[in-house]
Structure formats: C-alpha cells, structure tokens
C-alpha cells in the first residue's frame, strides 16, 4: 500500500508545475528505503540516491555533491529525481537543501527532490524553519495486519504478537532469534542512531528504561511523578517528558492523551502509554507465543495494544488523532476524532472485570459521538484491523 502510495504521488507530482519536497516520514525497518528503490527502478525519468546513514554522518558538503550528481542527469527540459535518505543525520540539512532548491527554482532546473527519514523530531524541525511552504509529507507508518498477512500469511494473532516488523517476519519461527533480532536491531539502532547520536540526553541510561517501562505499561495510564518512583535513574517530570517525545519521534511509542472536549485538559494529563508496534513489547517479556496466547491477562493487554497502534498508525494517515477517556472509575480505552466526529472504541479482549459502563457513560457527556464495543460481544477484532479507519469516525 505505501509503495503503492509512494509512487503515485512522485508520478503525479512529476507531472505538475509546481514543485514540493517530497519528505517521506515513519520509522526505522519499515520498508521506506526498499519503497523508494523500487519507485526509482519504476519510473522512466533519471534519478539519483544516496543515503547519509553512515557510522559517522557527513558533513554538509554531502549534500551539495548528491545533489550536483543529480544536475548531471538533467537535460533541456529533463526532470530527474533525488532521493536523499537519513539526511537529518546532518546538522543543518534544511538549510542547504532550501538553498541549493532555491537555485534550481531560479535556474528551471526540474529537479524532484524526496526525502526519507526515520527521526520526526529533527525532520519537522529542518522542515519547519527552512523548508516551510516548499514540501509535503508522505506518513510511512508500521505495517498493518493486512500487510502483514498478505506478504507473509500471518494470522492476526501472529500479528498482534510479532508485530508489523516487515524484516523480521522470516525469523517468528525461532522466537529466541526473534526476539534477540528485534531488541538488536530495532530497538537498540533507533534508540542508539536516531536519539542518542542526534540529541542531547544527559541520562542515556534514563532514557532505555523510559523505553522498558512504556513497554511494560503498555496500555495503561500512568503520571510522570509515579514514573519517577519506577526508575532506577530518577529525573525530574520535565526530564521524563523530554524523553517521551525523543522516543515518539523516533516511532516508538506514544503517550496517548486524555480526551476531556477541553484542549488544555488534553495537554496536561497524564499519558496513557502505547508502543506503536506490539513486537517491542513481546520482544522484552519472556515466554513464547503459544504460552502467552493461553494467558488471558497478557493476551488481553497485547489485543488492546495492538488495536491502539493500529489505530494511532492508520490516524496519521488520515489525520485522526487518537486519546484514551477516564471519568472516575469509568473509562474507555480509545477516542478517535476526525474534525467534528467522534468516536469511543473499548476493546473486550477477554479478561476478568471488563465491562462496557464506560462506553455508556461517554455517550451520555457526548451524545453525538458514535461508540463501538471490539471483541466478544461487539464488533469482530478482524473487522477492526481491515476496516478503513475512516469508516470508523464518519
């Protein structure tokens, strides 16, 4: 599907008189770069790659030679595209990209330029103060479970176990494997490559147990002061929610806000803790799929976070933003608004003391909101993971 995104846009774009800097957006290990080959072996117009993850980034200059190789490629009227992957590995990439667009733009060289990305944080922040008004964005979320079992025959319990890791699928039959696979070089490259390289972080060690306690609270809500009590490296609550962004630019969670209709109560709540792929959480408990499948509890929590992961990463695509609902002790564990509408999603997984007041109570503060009940009893957790999320908040 992102593929299939991906190479209609760049077409299309192609095409039009007006030029934008394609960024193309989403975490490490999800097929952006074998995306963007496959768009470059496709299309019939000259192009030119590179790609600045290197041991050590280059220095600005780089940029400037990829893009002069790109020139080369140009005839009277030609176009040509230039795939610049990882360029936010160099301090100040914007501003030599804006620089050498604005000479093309000048010179009528037809030049398209894509950029691909695995940091949000530093890729919104080159985009921001020297790009504005010169690109659009292209989301590359994680896989989906359609996409999952369409490349690899995957059930959805296998999904919501293993994850939508693309490149990790060929190793689920050794789990040890899998794990070790995942914990190395998954989780350990973003937090090395995408954080730690290209941000100051005082307490590293701070920052991998933030990761850990996310995963391990997948699902549930927990404040910064109570966090501060579970850590070995204590920093203060300002400290903890510095880290909680670094670890959502770099793909890897999500510190869901609650939803109250009142933006300043959204802003200051505490966050309700979501890894955006289910194969980070199962790749640091222990045990193996069959067994967790059997224990309802565990099992519950992986359904619940798999549905809201599904949900944050389908939203980006469509702009839905996702929250989570708690009056008293009446909850619900996803709200999804598109503009206008609104809808609250409980997810009955199957362990002890679920219930559905929570849907109830949210319909009586907010009449116009659809609500769905997913799982026993309410809509097939299938039919969640295939429905466009669209449909879901019409």
């Known amino acids: 599907?992102?593929?299939?995104?991906?190479?209609?846009?760049?077409?299309?774009?192609?095409?039009?008189?007006?030029?934008?800097?394609?960024?193309?957006?989403?975490?490490?290990?999800?097929?952006?770069?074998?995306?963007?080959?496959?768009?470059?072996?496709?299309?019939?117009?000259?192009?030119?790659?590179?790609?600045?993850?290197?041991?050590?980034?280059?220095?600005?200059?780089?940029?400037?030679?990829?893009?002069?190789?790109?020139?080369?490629?140009?005839?009277?009227?030609?176009?040509?595209?230039?795939?610049?992957?990882?360029?936010?590995?160099?301090?100040?990439?914007?501003?030599?990209?804006?620089?050498?667009?604005?000479?093309?733009?000048?010179?009528?060289?037809?030049?398209?330029?894509?950029?691909?990305?695995?940091?949000?944080?530093?890729?919104?922040?080159?985009?921001?103060?020297?790009?504005?008004?010169?690109?659009?964005?292209?989301?590359?979320?994680?896989?989906?479970?359609?996409?999952?079992?369409?490349?690899?025959?995957?059930?959805?319990?296998?999904?919501?176990?293993?994850?939508?890791?693309?490149a990790s699928a060929g190793l689920i039959a050794d789990e040890e494997r899998w794990k070790q696979y995942v914990r190395d070089s998954l989780v350990e490259t973003a937090l090395s490559k995408d954080i730690l390289l290209l941000n100051r972080v005082e307490k590293p060690v701070l920052l991998r147990q933030l990761f850990v306690l996310a995963c391990e609270y997948a699902g549930q809500e927990l404040s910064y002061q109570k966090i501060t009590g579970q850590l070995q490296d204590a920093g203060n609550t300002v400290t903890i929610a510095h880290y909680q962004r670094l670890l959502e630019a770099a793909f890897l969670i999500?510190?869901?806000?609650?939803?109250?209709?009142?933006?300043?109560?959204?802003?200051?709540?505490s966050p309700k803790w979501l890894p955006l792929n289910t194969g980070l959480c199962t790749a640091l408990i222990p045990g193996k799929f069959k067994e967790l499948r059997r224990d309802s509890s565990v099992w519950g929590r992986l359904v619940e976070t798999a549905v809201g992961a599904h949900l944050v990463n389908s939203g980006s695509l469509e702009g839905i933003e996702v929250f989570y609902w708690r009056d008293g002790n009446k909850e619900v564990d996803y709200v999804l608004r598109r503009g206008k509408a609104l809808t609250a999603l409980e997810v009955k997984s199957g362990r002890r003391f679920e219930n559905e007041e929570g849907l109830v109570s949210f319909k009586k503060q907010y009449p116009g909101a659809r609500t769905i009940l997913a799982g026993q009893g309410g809509m097939l957790l299938k039919d969640i993971f295939e429905m466009p999320i669209v449909k879901l908040v019409q």
């Open 1 to 166: 599907m992102y593929k299939r995104q991906m190479t209609e846009t760049i077409s299309r774009r192609l095409s039009e008189k007006r030029r934008f800097i394609q960024v193309v957006l989403g975490p490490r290990q999800v097929g952006k770069t074998t995306a963007m080959q496959q768009v470059l072996n496709e299309v019939k117009v000259p192009n030119h790659y590179a790609a600045a993850d290197l041991p050590a980034p280059p220095d600005i200059n780089w940029i400037s030679r990829q893009w002069d190789i790109a020139r080369l490629k140009t005839g009277e009227g030609a176009s040509v595209i230039l795939a610049l992957d990882e360029v936010q590995k160099i301090p100040h990439w914007s501003e030599e990209v804006k620089r050498l667009w604005d000479e093309d733009s000048r010179a009528g060289n037809n030049i398209h330029v894509v950029v691909l990305g695995s940091s949000s944080l530093l890729i919104r922040k080159g985009l921001g103060e020297s790009l504005a008004g010169r690109f659009e964005l292209i989301r590359f979320p994680h896989w989906s479970w359609e996409e999952m079992r369409d490349c690899f025959g995957w059930t959805l319990d296998e999904y919501i176990f293993f994850g939508g890791y693309p």
């Open 254 to 269: 999500r510190g869901l806000q609650k939803w109250s209709g009142k933006e300043v109560r959204v802003r200051s709540s």
